[in-house]
């Protein structure tokens, strides 16, 4: 496996389930970060984590809680969602913590709120 | 809040066409990037542009950051239905150079 892997690719759920979003990046960068994608919406940066810390955090609502356990895998876990956080969310990592450039993408979770 | 335009919004055109994007802010950038997302894909990064007026050439692509650093365009000449995508921007900003992305340009080049 090379560059980012995320899974799974589709996911879909109801309200009341709870489902982790797995990423996984071979490239011996030290930041990774969550992002999502909706339709006619520019990329929200959801999450960051540098060297394993979390060190952004935009707002979030509680029912996304990420999980970074080592500098090559980072997870998001989902509970009790709504149907309006249905989108693409991609997962990125960049060599350098300190600064967002040059960022490298996963495929994404096209995820499904029903 | 930093926000970065991007226009057209939709574009569909012939191959053989030339076509420009835009990206357009009020705040000034750092560097700028930009990226292509396929369908069913995530963004791969093009190019970085860092200095004031700075050109780059990519096989048929040309970016160009504004002197200013608030604004680059992307020129594609003879476009190919590989060209097809996503075409988005992003600004590094603040003192960690955090991502700002643009509106993106979704680009449909017909055979």
């Known amino acids: 496996e090379t560059g980012v892997t995320q899974t799974p690719r589709h996911l879909v759920m109801g309200m009341t389930n709870k489902k982790s979003l797995k990423c996984e990046q071979h490239?011996?960068?030290?930041?990774m970060y969550w992002y999502k994608q909706s339709a006619k919406k520019p990329l929200e940066l959801m999450f960051v984590?540098?060297?394993?810390?979390?060190?952004e955090n935009n707002s979030v609502p509680s029912r996304f809680s990420p999980e970074c356990p080592n500098s090559s895998h980072l997870f998001l876990h989902l509970h009790t969602l709504q149907p309006e956080d249905s989108a693409l969310y991609l997962c990125?990592?960049?060599?350098?913590?300190?600064?967002?450039?040059?960022?490298?993408f996963g495929p994404g979770t096209r995820l499904t709120v029903l | 809040t930093q926000l970065l335009e991007q226009s057209p919004q939709f574009l569909s055109i012939q191959e053989g066409e030339n076509l420009t994007v835009y990206c357009n802010s009020s705040?000034?950038?750092?560097?700028l990037q930009w990226y292509r997302q396929e369908p069913g894909e995530g963004p791969v990064l093009l190019v970085t542009?860092?200095?004031?007026?700075e050109v780059k050439k990519l096989k048929r692509l040309t970016f160009q950051f504004g002197d200013a650093r608030k604004d680059s365009s992307l020129h594609i000449t003879a476009a190919q239905p590989g060209d097809t995508g996503l075409y988005l921007c992003?600004?590094?900003?603040?003192?960690?150079?955090?991502?700002?992305f643009g509106t993106g340009t979704l680009l449909a080049v017909q055979p």
């Open positions: 705040s000034v950038f750092s560097s």
């Open positions: 992003a600004g590094a900003a603040g003192a960690t150079n955090k991502l700002i």
């Open positions: 990125a990592s960049s060599p350098d913590g300190g600064t967002y450039n040059e960022q490298f």
């Open positions: 984590y540098s060297l394993e810390e979390r060190v």
């Open positions: 490239l011996g960068h030290n930041a």
């Open positions: 542009v860092v200095t004031g007026g």
